[in-house]
């Protein structure tokens, strides 16, 4: 176990490195001067404009700039943005943010996706099953965005149980409706792939041993084939806490919630380099994290898998 | 003043994007509810504002997120009636000149910054110097340019030879001098930009930290940034400038998609609009009644000829220049495409600046297909009878631009498509770098409202932002008399004379000025807007609870 978790932590090192790497140059091939940008349609002043540059080390030859990029990331450093504030500020601004709106959203998700995904799987081909199919079907075919004016417009202007945007970001029971929004889409692959995976496994060999064993009924269900059901939901989780923090970019715009999309979308359109890949980074070390985490919940979940 | 505004606009365009599969809004409205109720002076209200590209620190501030809000908090000599767009003194007791070169200006005593130090004419002086230097870093840092010396500080290349300007000298506490390089008739105009503004003691310590916790001497002090979140700001009680606010303070509050903004606004969660978003420009009105906000604005949309391109150079392709302008219905795409947000225009120069002219364009800029027809042939025709317009794509532009090729196409027969590049930064590079080979879209928002600022800043051979290299000698002539006139109103009416010569050439074709059209909650009345599109934050009354 602990030579497994050894060897992937060493394997993300070169995981790591190349997505900084690539990330880092993409950013710049993106047409465009950031910093002759920040005149807008003025003229820009020549004269100012090499002094920035300069002051910000933005005239040194673009592998210099990677080199030291690199070195300072080594050091904890994230560098400096466009506006002179230290990178990881906007960091440690926006993430508990974005953090909060994932959880919850993923919360939701397990919790009535596990949920629903295990009653229809137990009454497989009955109403509510049938019923659990269409839902999930229309989740899955209507867009985030549509969804989320949807439901603004019901919950806010219609209704007026909730301000129509987050009026403070950090506010749990604000953030419930985007994270619905957000997280209902994965809420209805849960659904699917929990009740397939039940009606399926509810056929195996040991469910009959337990049930002939003469377990109570809440203990076959809940250790043995609810258990051994959720091998495929959890490799759908582990990746999707990464796609939950980081394609929470309409969301957190529809209802204007201040988070890592927020400011990776301010960024990506100011071609703030050290922004960009500052939050990229912390976003593939999440993924990282997420998916060594799966792994090591395989064990757990079935017996029959062990880490040398 | 531009990048910001282009900022907003990208926004815009996504907002379009999702919103064109969502359901409308359903808003309820209230019809005409402008009842004035009793006010409550220590009111604060929120504005629907944008985070802060740059620290704030006044000539730092070139985009509308951080302008507006070193608008609220500073206040130079002078600054533009927001009723009419005249200049007033707000520090300055007077400001004098004999030659248009050399000024005296005499500061009013009782200013005093929100640290309680009081306003001195070296708090002007210290800051232009700092500003101006290149070390600092400072994009407003050209605005100084005028003035004598300015050239050691901020010289083209390598680093600066001196600290001060040689034009800049403090006489006594309240008294300074500024000599220019040479005379610029209406430099008092210029005073009333934010870049001018005095700085405190306490900012050259340590300018960085200062830029997160400002301290001015403007009708609201600086109380808290809380970033991408929301600035706040409070009324100043020891301000001693014309406006006084009326209410207690200003909560600048951070959106990205306008979209919601107006959702907030609609259920009073907002108390002031920046701009409606596009997709609910149909029906803010109905929805707001008599709290929507309908005006004119210091900008206007052209679409300019690359003048350097030879193909242009002759001197009877003015007459096609003019045909095309006639060939554009203004009326009908202002109201159908651009949803009434647009005014068409018929002259250069944004109404609300002074100078400003009612149809210097004349007949040129009214539609008629049969004298635009008549025109082209007359001047041997576009050509390659085919005209392309370069643009953004991510500014909200495709759909008027695709608009006026129509125009142009069916009411003469040319060719025209229009070339969107990805994004703003990358037209401009094309742009500036001169590759354009027919049209291009250009636009202008006024840095002060004077007419000199729509005419020799965009038209004036070699002007930075002459995009289409236009060049006239009599229009030089007329700039060069404008600026060493002793009087505005002289400049202004010189300019007036230099806009004429535009008509004979047109080298831009003037399409439509912006307005601003925006709305205000129930909790707050007297809402006004200037004409750089910015509410008067002082005058807004708060109604009491």
Request: glycine content about 8%.
């Amino acid at each position: 176990m602990g030579r497994f978790v050894a060897r992937r932590l060493l394997q993300m090192i070169p995981v790591f490195l190349g997505t900084v790497t690539l990330i880092f140059f993409m950013v710049h091939i993106l047409p465009g001067d950031p910093v002759a940008a920040m005149w807008g349609d003025k003229a820009v002043d020549p004269a100012q404009l090499a002094a920035f540059k300069h002051a910000r080390g933005l005239d040194q030859p673009l592998i210099q700039q990677y080199l030291d990029y690199l070195g300072k990331l080594f050091r904890g450093d994230f560098g400096m943005a466009m506006d002179g504030r230290p990178v990881i500020d906007k960091i440690s601004g926006a993430f508990p943010v974005t953090l909060r709106l994932a959880l919850l959203a993923f919360a939701i998700e397990i919790v009535l996706g596990v949920t629903i995904g295990l009653f229809a799987g137990l009454r497989r081909g009955k109403a509510f099953d049938k019923g659990t199919l269409v839902l999930t079907l229309l989740l899955i075919s209507i867009p985030v965005p549509v969804l989320g004016f949807i439901f603004q417009n019901i919950f806010s202007t219609q209704l007026g149980w909730v301000t129509p945007t987050v009026q403070d970001s950090m506010n749990l029971g604000q953030l419930l409706l985007p994270a619905i929004v957000l997280g209902s889409l994965s809420l209805a692959y849960v659904a699917r792939l929990t009740r397939t995976s039940i009606a399926e496994n509810i056929k195996a060999d040991y469910m009959r041993t337990a049930v002939a064993k003469g377990l109570p009924k809440r203990k076959v269900i809940g250790t043995h084939l609810l258990r051994n059901s959720m091998i495929p939901v959890v490799t759908f989780l582990g990746t999707d806490l990464g796609a939950l923090m980081g394609g929470a970019i309409v969301t957190e715009g529809i209802f204007n919630v201040k988070g890592v999309g927020f400011e990776l979308y301010h960024a990506i359109n100011l071609k703030e380099g050290a922004t960009v890949s500052g939050f990229v980074v912390v976003l593939v070390l999440v993924y990282l994290a997420a998916s060594l985490i799966v792994d090591l919940l395989y064990a757990v979940l079935d017996p029959r898998i062990r880490y040398a | 003043m531009r990048g910001a505004s282009q900022a907003k606009w990208v926004v815009a365009a996504v907002a379009v994007a999702l919103a064109a599969t969502a359901c409308g809004s359903n808003g309820a409205s209230s019809g005409g509810g402008s009842s004035t109720g009793a006010v409550n002076a220590q009111g604060t209200f929120s504005y629907q504002s944008s985070e802060p590209q740059n620290p704030l620190q006044p000539a730092n501030a070139m985009e509308v997120g951080g302008g507006r809000i070193i608008k609220q908090l500073f206040k130079g000599l002078v600054d533009y009636d927001p009723a009419d767009g005249k200049l007033r003194n707000q520090v300055a007791e007077k400001i004098e000149t004999t030659d248009a070169t050399n000024y005296t200006v005499t500061l009013k005593s009782g200013w005093t910054f929100h640290d309680g130090t009081p306003v001195t004419a070296s708090s002007f002086v210290d800051a232009w110097n700092w500003s101006a230097n290149t070390k600092n870093n400072q994009i407003n840092s050209d605005w100084f340019s005028d003035i004598a010396g300015y050239t050691d500080v901020h010289p083209d290349a390598g680093d600066p030879k001196a600290e001060t300007m040689s034009g800049l000298k403090v006489v006594d506490d309240t008294h300074f001098t500024i000599q220019l390089t040479g005379p610029v008739s209406y430099f008092q105009y210029k005073l009333g930009y934010t870049a001018f503004s005095p700085l405190p003691k306490a900012f050259f310590t340590d300018p960085a930290k200062y830029g997160q916790n400002p301290i001015g001497n403007g009708p609201y002090k600086f109380v808290s940034w809380e970033h991408n979140k929301a600035i706040t700001v409070a009324a100043y009680d020891k301000y001693a400038g014309l406006d006084k606010p009326k209410n207690g303070g200003i909560v600048f509050k951070n959106y990205t998609q306008p979209e919601a903004a107006y959702k907030d606004l609609v259920s009073d969660n907002v108390d002031v609009l920046d701009q409606v978003d596009p997709s609910d420009l149909a029906s803010y009105k109905t929805d707001l009644g008599s709290r929507a906000v309908d005006q004119a604005q210091g900008a206007i949309q052209n679409i300019s000829f690359a003048m350097y391109q030879d193909a242009w150079k002759p001197v009877d392709k003015a007459k096609v220049r003019q045909g095309l302008s006639m060939a554009i219905d203004r009326d009908t795409i202002t109201k159908t495409v651009l949803n009434g947000s647009r005014q068409p225009a018929n002259s250069w120069v944004a109404p609300g600046a002074m100078g400003y002219k009612d149809n210097t364009c004349g007949d040129a800029c009214k539609y008629d297909p049969a004298k635009a027809k008549q025109l082209i042939t007359e001047g041997g025709g576009v050509p390659d009878n085919k005209i392309t317009i370069v643009y953004n794509s991510d500014g909200g532009h495709k759909e008027w631009v695709d608009a006026v090729c129509n125009s142009i196409r069916q009411a003469t027969g040319v060719e025209c498509v229009g070339d969107p590049k990805p994004d703003f930064k990358t037209s401009r590079d094309i742009i500036k770098k001169k590759q354009v080979q027919s049209m291009m879209r250009t636009g202008w928002v006024q840095d002060y409202p004077l007419n000199a600022n729509f005419l020799r800043d965009v038209y004036g051979t070699g002007a930075a932002a002459n995009d289409g290299s236009y060049s006239n000698p009599e229009f030089d002539k007329l700039a060069a008399e404008a600026d060493k006139a002793t009087t505005v109103e002289k400049t202004a009416e010189l300019y007036q004379q230099a806009e004429a010569q535009l008509a004979k050439d047109m080298p831009a074709i003037p399409l439509w000025y912006y307005k601003t059209t925006s709305g205000y909650s129930n909790n707050v009345q007297n809402v006004k807007f200037d004409s750089f599109g910015d509410p008067v934050f002082t005058q807004v009354e708060v109604k009491q609870k």
